[in-house]
């Protein structure tokens, strides 16, 4: 017997809106005494705990941000914001296997939006 999962609808989520969203699981589980926390959920929460530099609020706003640069697409903003690179290279990687590469003109326009939320 063969099982297929099929992605049915896919969201990018910052890991401060991972965060806001795993305190709220966190919490409901702590009010139901009988349910205990699986092991992946502890390990999550204590990642976006440790990983979070922003608030859900700003990770957003810099989402958008990020989003009104022309070669900056969806997915790149996102882990933009959760790696919060401070200089070229750090921001080069998130472009790595993209189909174009950013000019250092356009990597500093990049990273004068992320300054301003770190």
């Not at 896919?10 to 305190?23: D, I, Q, R, S």
């Not at 990020?66 to 921001?91: N, T």
């Amino acid at each position: 017997m063969t099982l297929f999962k099929q992605v049915i609808d896919e969201t990018y989520l910052t890991t401060p809106e991972a965060k806001e969203l795993l305190a709220d699981v966190e919490t409901e589980r702590a009010l139901d005494e009988d349910r205990e926390m699986r092991y992946e959920l502890a390990r999550a929460i204590e990642h976006v705990n440790r990983f979070s530099a922003l608030e859900a609020e700003e990770s957003r706003e810099l989402v958008e941000e990020l989003l009104e640069l022309e070669k900056v697409d969806e997915a790149s903003a996102y882990k933009i914001v959760d790696l919060l690179p401070e200089d070229r290279d750090e921001l080069r990687t998130v472009f790595a296997q993209g189909r174009y590469t950013l000019s250092g003109e356009e990597l500093d326009e990049v990273l004068d939006v992320v300054v301003k939320y770190v």
